[in-house]
C-alpha cells in the first residue's frame, strides 16, 4: 500500500492506495476511525482487486474544512478522488457513518459506482432520538469530554462475547477517538444528523447492492436490520452470526469472503 496525501477538489485527503487490480475496491471507515482500521483487512482483499483506503475529512489526518461535514460534500470530495486517481469505476464499501458517504456517492456519482455494500450501515435517516444523542455527543466534545467518548464508543462496537478477544483493537480505537481533532469530529457529526433519507434511492438504484450485517450488533439491531433487507429485495445479504458492529474485525474472513464474491458476480 502506497501511503500519499492528494488534493481532492480543495480538500487534503490522506489515502492509501495498493495500486494494483482491474477491480477497484474503496474502504471507508465509520464514525470515531481512519484509514489505519482496514489494516489487518487490507491483506484479505488486495490480491484480488486494487484496494484504496482513505481518512474521510474530519477524521485521521485529512483535512477539516468548516463545521458541517456534509454526506454530499463527502461523496464529491471522494469523486473527485477518484479522478484524480484517474479511476473511472469503483466498488464503494461503507462501514457504519461510511455508508452514509457511499450512499450520497451512489446518488450523486453513480457513473463511477460499480457497486455499493453497506457493511453495518443503513439507508435511513437519525431518528429523533439518534438526532439527539449526536447533539450529547457534540456537547462533550465541545466540554472537553472527548474522553467519555473514546471510553465508551469503541467497545460498545463488538459483541459483547468478543470484547475480551478484541481488547487490543478496541485500545487501538480509543486511542483513534483521543487523536481525532475536536473540530473534525463535531463536522461529521453534524453531517450525519443532516443527512437525508437514502431508501428510495437504493430501492432505484441500478446497481449490484450488498448488505453485511451483524447478529449481534448494539447499533444496527436485527429488527432493523430485518426491516431493511426485507425492504430492498434486490440486495444481497450475507450475515455474520458472531459480529457486533465490527465484523470486518470480529468475523474478518468471513467478511472479506463476502466483498470478494461480491465484486467477481458484478
Known amino acids: 500500500m502506497v501511503e500519499k496525501f492528494i488534493m481532492a477538489g480543495d480538500t487534503a485527503l490522506h489515502i492509501c492506495d495498493s495500486e494494483e487490480g482491474s477491480k477497484v475496491v474503496v474502504l471507508l471507515h465509520g464514525y470515531l476511525e481512519n484509514m489505519l482500521v482496514w489494516e489487518d483487512f487490507v491483506p ?28 454530499d460534500y463527502l461523496a464529491d470530495t471522494l469523486a473527485a478522488a477518484l479522478d484524480k486517481l484517474n479511476i473511472e469505476r469503483a466498488t464503494i464499501v461503507g462501514h457504519s457513518m461510511g455508508g452514509y458517504v457511499a450512499l450520497a456517492f451512489a446518488e450523486r456519482h453513480a457513473n463511477h459506482l460499480d457497486g455499493i455494500v453497506l457493511l453495518h450501515s443503513t439507508p435511513y435517516a437519525d431518528s429523533e432520538e439518534k438526532r439527539k444523542n449526536r447533539q450529547r455527543e457534540i456537547s462533550l466534545i465541545k466540554s472537553g469530554k472527548k474522553e467519555l467518548l473514546a471510553h465508551t464508543a469503541p467497545e460498545a462496537g463488538f459483541a459483547v462475547e468478543n470484547r475480551n478477544r478484541f481488547r487490543t483493537e478496541i485500545e487501538d480505537l480509543q486511542q483513534t477517538v483521543y487523536l481525532t481533532e475536536d473540530a473534525g469530529i463535531v463536522a461529521l457529526l453534524n453531517g450525519i444528523i443532516e443527512r437525508k433519507a437514502q431508501s428510495e434511492m437504493l430501492h432505484n438504484l441500478d446497481k449490484p447492492i450488498l448488505f453485511i450485517l451483524g447478529r449481534k450488533d448494539g447499533y444496527i439491531v436485527p429488527e432493523v436490520a430485518e426491516k431493511m433487507v426485507a425492504e430492498h429485495p434486490k440486495a444481497k445479504v450475507v450475515w455474520l452470526d458472531n459480529s457486533g458492529h465490527m465484523g470486518f474485525i470480529e468475523e474478518a474472513k468471513e467478511c472479506a469472503t463476502a466483498i470478494l464474491n461480491f465484486i467477481k458476480n458484478e
Open 44 to 71: 484479505l482483499l488486495y490480491k484480488e482487486a486494487r484496494i484504496i483506503t482513505l481518512d474521510i475529512p474530519g477524521h485521521g489526518i485529512s483535512e477539516v474544512k468548516g463545521e458541517i461535514h456534509s454526506m
